[in-house]
């Protein structure tokens, strides 16, 4: 070997030590290494993003070391996918930060971030305990990501279904109660224009996807089974403000005793306090005007108007 190769292979070595011991990305020096990931692509960005992370407030488990940093929103209006995140990190109880990012000043289409999050919406993470790090988007991976890696709230791996009951219960909140409900909120409570087809539409699937969990959960303790999980923490920021999206629960009793049981878990209080900062349903149905005139000025995803498609 080479002496210039030596040089770049201790320099490497000593530049991977330094990263994994402040849980920075690795810069990978070596031409034609195998390293697989994207960081490779962007560690100007991945150290922005550390650098943000590290500026901004930190969570219950608040350590120097942080195995995860979430990124996930400031803004006016609530960020239910984030919140997930917030009660999962927390129940795993793992070192963690929280980075936030002001989604009505667009922090998140901003290109450091795009290169943890290509679709430029919270939630993401980045894993600092694997080498290299990996970075997550979408709340539903994110979840699962973490639940199989620590082996907690995703059901007996050796039982012929749990895992999947699981599984299933996951997508039907991330494929269904979440973009429904957020079509519904968004309709009656950010989009300027009364659109009453619109609101009806998304309320009335919104209602019948609680009508389902209601049914459910008339069977079960917790919506995969009797064993709370990753789709309870999935399902439970939406359902909590369902007043949000004007859908009542008032005649939906098994709903409401799930509801109950999950708001007293200590990890979910916890969370709820970290992601929501005093934005409880009576602040935001009270602030919603204010809260629709800043999203229609800043945070609805708008077109480039100057593309021609
Ligand atoms: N399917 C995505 C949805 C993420 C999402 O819509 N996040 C919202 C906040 S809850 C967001 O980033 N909104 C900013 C925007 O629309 O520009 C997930 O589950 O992670």
Redesign the pocket.
């Given at each position: 070997m080479s002496p210039f190769c030596s040089f770049w292979m201790l320099l490497s070595l000593c530049l991977r030590r330094i990263a994994a011991w402040q849980h920075l990305p690795s810069l990978d020096l070596l031409p034609g290494s195998s390293s697989p990931s994207h960081f490779r692509r962007a560690p100007v960005a991945l150290l922005r993003a550390r650098a943000a992370a590290m500026t901004t407030q930190s969570a219950a488990h608040q350590t120097e070391r942080a195995d995860v940093v979430l990124y996930?929103?400031r803004?006016s209006?609530?960020?239910?996918?984030?919140?997930?995140l917030t009660i999962l990190l927390e129940e795993l109880s793992i070192p963690y930060k929280i980075s936030l990012l002001d989604?009505d000043k667009?922090e998140?289409?901003q290109e450091w971030f795009l290169a943890i999050?290509p679709?430029?919406?919270?939630?993401?993470i980045v894993d600092y305990t694997a080498t290299p790090p990996v970075s997550v988007?979408?709340?539903?991976?994110?979840m699962l990501y973490l639940a199989e890696k620590y082996q907690r709230f995703i059901g007996d791996p050796s039982h012929p279904t749990q895992r999947w009951d699981v599984i299933q219960w996951l997508f039907f909140q991330?494929s269904g109660v979440?973009?429904i409900q957020?079509q519904a909120h968004a309709f009656l409570r950010y989009v300027p224009e009364r659109l009453p087809y619109a609101i009806e539409r998304f309320q009335g699937e919104t209602r019948r996807l609680y009508e389902v969990v209601n049914e459910r959960l008339g069977k079960c303790t917790y919506i995969a089974g009797d064993h709370y999980c990753i789709a309870d923490m999935a399902l439970y920021p939406w359902l909590e403000y369902h007043q949000w999206a004007g859908v009542s629960v008032a005649d939906l009793p098994h709903l409401q005793r799930w509801l109950e049981e999950v708001r007293q878990r200590p990890a979910v209080e916890r969370a709820r306090k970290l992601s929501m900062e005093g934005k409880d349903i009576d602040t935001l149905l009270a602030k919603a005007a204010d809260i629709q005139k800043v999203v229609e000025g800043s945070?609805?995803?708008k077109t480039d108007k100057t593309k021609t498609y």
């Open positions: 996930t929103a803004s209006f609530p960020a239910f996918n984030g919140w997930k989604l667009r998140h289409k999050n679709n430029g919406r919270i939630p993401a988007f979408e709340s539903g991976a994110i991330c979440g973009p957020g945070t609805l995803d």
